[in-house]
């Protein structure tokens, strides 16, 4: 057996036996450093007869880089095996809780305010706004509710002084006021907020929402009102069918004046909208009366249309299954997370109202 | 409104049945509130005596009665009234009845250790009135009818009407049948209206005095003499019951019959007890006189009385007196029935906080031609139960009604409504709604009913119209897609884009009143000043908010309470700078309280601070798109944050309007609202001062450039007084070199060991990178060098070597 070959079978024995790098290495120098065993043989090629110097050339650098490769291998396969024990070494308990998050909510009635403007909006009504602060004029005289008229002892009035001429506003149809002073007809306005009546109880809080509609153009009849309440109250509740009826009420700032209802029933305890032979009441409405439109400025001969008003909070209620009106207001953590929505959930209408 | 259908039957002919008649009476604008079954379920509670009252054994305050209830056995009865003794004619309830008020169905119990057998009711419980206290008491005529139901064994439900304000003609059950007549519902039967025939002349002389703003323009009147009030039959009896009042006396029932059922509020008076003449007029101020409530009212000027030689007899139209009531012994009567203003009523009402029955209805509007037919009815009535004699009739009047007019515009109909009737169908609505008619081309000259004050205008008949027509036949005209101007303004969205933006950093919105504490509002007000409400619904919300931070501090208590520990909420609202409208301003306010990483395994527990609260604002005013390059801090905050650890931001160094306050709460005011936390922090953005920049967000971007030279990145230390912000040194930095530096960013804070006294050291990060080349070491070295003067020349610093 040459001298290449036993070189060759010995080492590739000892690389089978080697598992450290060092040892390896140690090898690697064994062979190949200035005095290793492969460089003392390639030093030899110069001594070797012409007629076996090829072969015997040739043979050397199969045999090396042979055992180069074995080398490289084995070096992959050591470091292979240690990477592995030291990622087996750091195995941690994967169940343990990750780091800390909070979580914000939106409340259910301003993701309520969210879904009205975003139905409102397909349907060409923008949002406008009015103070929470009335004159006495704006919220009840330039409604057709003159002082002494006995509608507004419907309405629980907070004054802010003693002369009765500075309130809280108890609707917000007053927005239907200031919106019609500030621009010229035709106006397609909902303008939801904050009113306030001194009334508590467990139907009533001092301080509730309501969203005001406002439709005024040429020739806005009863049909449209109809129609607008429709598609509303389908795309609000997001049900197919919904049941719904106008009745004949008085508001004085309306004439003809209706409230509507809805059908519902109970079932295993909770409300569901659209369907049985109960009704609720859920919204009040009308033709805007010709005395509010003179009042305003607007000639009651060429501009007709409605106005609506909504209990925001009972719809919230409604939709949402909660069942305390004063729960909205009290505050409770525990309440806020259960019945509020992520700040993610914006209303759409691409994506649904609501997940 | 209480009516059944067995009354309104007395007015109309129908073959349809009660449940046609609810759904009916919803349709055309009469809501029915409630039904009752009145007959079936009162049926058990009976008229009853008690034999015996004696203290109860075990309770002072109850007592054990035998009670006969019209059977062989007396029951024994546990009663707390103070009014139960021996001889009482009352009424019984047996276990197993349903008590109307509150539903409940009785058991036999044990109270006390006494077994007691039912229970004896009041009127409120039996729904008769709002007397609660002690039971029911009925005269001693009932003493034949023990053992008997008190409610009569009618068949008709209670059916409770919510009569809107501008029916008055409605609170009459005749009002009623004729609109479901009019509607198609039956036929109205005509009253059979008998006249008294008299040769006696009312002799009690009546004026009316002439006064500006009189409110009794027509005051009539008849005498009926020789009367003998009784125990009215067991008709009239039982129609009043069946509306659940309670029947008192003959003449008492007779005008209360006469007032519900066609609207037409009488006062009887004990014409003996009248001194000379009756003068109707104007209250002098100080007039004072006992009401039939037995109270005593000291009146204004100017207010419609009743009087007679002696004094004030009544308030008109609203309350009688005690001096001139009548009573079972009266003997001869002096019957009213007038016409009194609305807004008179109304106003005297309201000045003397009193609602009675007659003036809920003549503040809504009597039929000012229902005075005689009203005289008529009930004194005919009197003379037929009571016996007497009735004098002819005495009309006073200061002003003639005339029937009003109007010209109707049929078109207007289908314009408003949107649907068509034929001219021939209104004629018949309007015609059976009680108004005269005269077709005249397109138009309708209409007399208007003299029952109907709510009727001025065309609008008016329009509204009859689609009433009786029915809401129904609106056909529902589909919205139009199409929207001509954006749903919200720019301020809209920026709105809702702060209230999204701060709840998605954990904080939870709460929706607070917009009034509060005055306690608690004191202490977050600054330089606001109170603005107190006038009728509070309590003292504790009795003045506007001047910042949320009260209500949130209440709010956040009552969860720190509940033991919550770690809360974020926030609120986004109006804050109110003054008593008129517009004086107010949107607030973005929230507050943090306890620690982070509480009992974490991972991470180390600290408590919230003002650094926290500063990334909320920040990152929220920068996600709303405002350029946090420019914004600028300082230190001036109000009282209620703490003085050395809050920040005032301004969107730019304009310093024109506050963006934003931010910083821990002050700890007095923690210490003082015992708000049980280890640390509370705060921050107001104010909405109103965030400018909206005329350009969309899209719009207000560069043309996207960068360098993809190296950059590099140079760290100084420098020492500054303790009093130079950060702030300062970035200032200076940035300043030196706009277009090389790109970052400046500081890393480190550091006083103590090393440091002189009243300085610390600040360890800042700039980066440099040209958009042209690569910069040499020299490029560099200059830059830094630049740093170095800059900063050290503008803000007094020593670069650390």
Redesign the interface.
């Known amino acids: 057996m040459s001298d290449l070959k036993k070189i060759k079978d010995e080492f590739i024995l000892k690389l089978k036996n080697k598992s450290n790098l060092s040892e390896i290495n140690q090898i690697k120098s064994d062979l190949f450093g200035k005095n290793g065993l492969i460089s003392l043989q390639f030093k030899k090629i110069g001594t070797i007869a012409d007629s076996e110097r090829k072969k015997f050339a040739a043979d050397l650098n199969g045999i090396k880089n042979e055992l180069q490769d074995l080398i490289s291998l084995k070096i992959i396969e050591i470091e292979n095996a240690d990477i592995n024990e030291k990622l087996e070494k750091e195995k941690i308990d994967i169940t ?2 990750e ?9 259910p ?2 993701q309520t305010i ?1 879904e009205i ?1 975003s139905i ?8 406008e ?1 009015g ?5 006495e004029y ?1 919220n009840f005289t330039a409604l057709n509710t003159p002082d ?4 507004r ?2 309405h629980d009035t ?5 002369k ?1 001429q ?1 309130l ?1 506003r108890t609707h917000t149809s007053p927005v239907q006021i200031r919106t019609m002073l500030k621009d010229k007809p035709p106006f ?1 306005i909902i303008a939801p907020g ?1 009113t ?1 009546r ?1 009334d ?1 109880d467990q139907t009533h809080s ?2 509730f929402h309501q969203v005001e509609g406002l439709h005024i153009d040429k ?1 806005i ?4 009102l ?3 309440l ?2 509303f109250i389908k795309e609000f509740f997001e049900v197919e069918k919904i049941k719904m009826r ?5 508001f004085p700032f309306t ?5 509507v209802d809805i059908g519902y029933e109970i079932k295993d305890g909770k409300i569901v909208i659209g369907e049985g032979d109960k009704w609720l009441e859920i919204l009040g409405c009308g ?1 805007v ?2 005395n509010v439109l003179k009042n305003v400025k607007v000639d009651p001969v060429k501009f ?1 249309g409605y106005a609506f008003g909504i209990g925001i909070d009972r719809l919230a209620m409604l939709k949402y299954g909660i069942n305390d009106l004063r729960a ?2 009290d ?4 309440w ?2 259960h019945f ?1 929505f992520d ?2 959930d ?1 209303p759409t209408n691409y994506r649904g109202l609501s997940r | 409104m209480k009516i059944t259908f067995d009354w309104i039957q007395d007015h109309l002919k129908t073959n349809l049945k009660e449940k046609h008649l609810l759904k009916q009476l ?4 009469l ?1 029915v509130e409630s039904v009752e079954s009145l007959s079936v379920d009162n049926e058990l509670l009976k008229i009853a005596k008690i034999i015996k009252a004696e203290k109860h054994p075990n309770a002072d305050r109850l007592k054990v009665c035998d009670v006969d209830v019209g059977e062989k056995e007396v029951k024994k009865v546990v009663c707390g009234a103070t009014n139960a003794r021996e001889g009482l004619i009352t009424i019984y309830a047996p276990p197993g009845a349903i008590i109307p008020k509150t539903k409940t169905k009785l058991t036999t119990a044990k109270i006390r250790g006494v077994t007691s057998y039912g229970m004896l009711c009041s009127e409120y419980e039996l729904n008769l009135s709002e007397e609660s206290e002690g039971i029911t008491e009925l005269s001693t005529k009932y003493r034949k009818s023990i053992g008997k139901s008190y409610f009569s064994k009618s068949k008709s439900n209670l059916i409770d009407l919510s009569i ?4 008055p003609d409605c609170l009459g059950v005749r009002g009623i049948a004729r609109d479901l007549a009019a509607s198609g519902f039956g036929k109205l039967l005509e009253l059979k209206e008998k006249k008294i025939k008299s040769k006696t002349k009312q002799t009690l002389k009546i004026k009316i005095k002439k006064e500006k703003n009189q409110g009794c323009n027509a005051f009539g009147s008849c005498l009926i003499t020789n009367v003998k009030n009784t125990e009215s039959p067991q008709w009239l009896k039982d129609k009043l019951i069946s509306i659940g009042q309670k029947p008192i006396s003959a003449i008492v029932d007779i005008t209360n019959y006469v007032m519900l059922d066609i609207n037409r509020p009488l006062h009887a008076y004990d014409a003996d007890k009248i001194e000379k003449d009756i003068i109707v007029r104007d209250s002098n101020s100080g007039e004072e006189f006992t009401a039939l409530d037995n109270k005593n009212y000291k009146l204004d000027k100017g207010m419609c009385v009743i009087s007679d030689h002696k004094g004030i007899l009544g308030l008109g139209g609203i309350i009688g007196g005690t001096r001139s009531g009548t009573e079972l012994d009266t003997k001869n009567i002096l019957l009213e029935s007038a016409y009194f203003d ?2 008179s009523i ?2 005297t009402a309201k000045k003397l906080n009193l609602d009675t029955d007659a003036k809920f209805r003549f ?2 509007g009597i039929d000012p031609l229902s005075i005689e037919s009203g005289l008529n009815r009930a004194a005919l009535l009197i003379k037929e139960i009571c016996g007497g004699e009735v004098s002819k009739i005495d009309i006073q009047e200061t002003k003639v009604y005339k029937n009003q007019t109007i010209k109707f515009d049929t078109n207007l109909f289908e ?5 068509k009737i034929s001219t021939k169908k209104m004629i018949k609505i309007l015609e059976n709604l009680g108004f005269k008619t005269k077709k005249d081309k397109k138009y309708l000259k209409l007399t208007i009913p003299s029952w109907r004050p709510d009727i001025s ?1 065309e ?2 008949i ?2 009859e119209l ?2 009786i027509s029915g ?2 036949k ?16 720019q301020t ?1 969205k920026l709105f ?1 884009f702060l ?17 509060t504490d005055s306690n608690y509002n004191n202490k977050f007000k600054g330089d606001k000043k109170e ?7 309590s003292s504790e ?1 009795g003045v ?1 908010r001047n910042s949320i931070f009260s209500n949130l501090c209440m ?1 956040l208590s ?2 720190l309470d ?1 033991g ?1 520990k770690d ?3 926030f609120e986004i ?2 804050i ?1 700078e003054g ?6 301003s949107t607030v973005v306010c929230g507050l943090s309280a306890g620690k ?3 009992l ?4 180390d527990e600290r408590n919230v601070d003002v650094f926290d609260v500063k990334r909320d604002v920040v990152q929220t005013l920068v996600e709303a798109g405002y350029n946090s390059d420019k914004f600028f801090i300082d230190s001036e905050t109000p009282n209620y944050y703490h003085p050395g650890k809050s920040g005032r931001l301004f969107l730019n160094s304009g310093k024109d309007q506050v963006a934003a306050y931010f910083g821990e709460i002050h700890p007095n005011i923690i210490k003082v609202l015992d708000i049980k936390t280890e640390s509370l922090v705060g921050f107001e953005i104010f909405l109103d001062n965030l400018k909206i920049p005329k350009k969309t967000l899209n719009d207000q971007k560069k043309i996207f450039q960068f360098s993809d030279y190296q950059k590099s990145e140079r760290d100084f230390a420098f020492i500054v007084n303790k009093d130079v912000s950060s702030q300062d040194l970035i200032n200076a930095i940035s300043v030196v070199n706009n277009k090389l530096i790109s970052n400046i960013r500081v890393f480190d804070v550091y006083e103590g060991e090393n440091i002189p006294e009243n300085k610390k050291s600040v360890a800042i990060s700039v980066t440099i990178q040209s958009s042209e080349k690569t910069l040499t070491d020299n490029d560099l070295e200059k830059i830094n060098k630049l740093i170095i003067e800059t900063v050290e020349n503008k803000t007094g610093a020593k670069i650390r070597s």
Request: charged fraction near 25%; glycine fraction near 6%; aromatic fraction near 10%.
């Open positions: 343990l809780p780091r800390a998050f909070v979580r914000g909510r939106i409340h009635v301003s969210d403007s409102f909006s397909e349907i060409g009504f923008s949002v706004e103070p929470d602060v009335e004159n704006n002494n008229h006995p509608a002892d419907m907070f004054y802010l002084d003693e009765k500075k809280l397609k904050r306030y001194s508590s001092p301080m020739n009849n009863m049909g449209h109809k129609g607008c429709n598609y106008f009745r004949p009420s008085h004439e003809p004046s209706a409230e033709m009366h010709p007709q909205f207001f505050c409770d953590y525990r806020l997370n509020g700040p993610l914006v | 919803t349709n055309i604008g809501e809107t304000p501008n029916r609305p807004k109304r106003n503040e809504r314009k408003i409504s949107g649907f205008q609008i008016d329009v509204e689609v009433r809401y129904d609106i056909e529902t005209i589909d919205p139009i897609k199409k929207r001509f101007k954006s749903t919200l303004t809209q809702h209230q999204r933006s701060i709840a998605s950093k954990g904080y939870l919105e709460v929706i607070t009143w917009s009034f603005i107190k409400i006038v009728n509070p619904i919300l506007l709010s009552k969860n509940r919550f809360i974020s909420i609202g109006p109110f008593p008129n409208p517009g004086e107010q982070k990483n509480r974490s395994w991972i991470d």
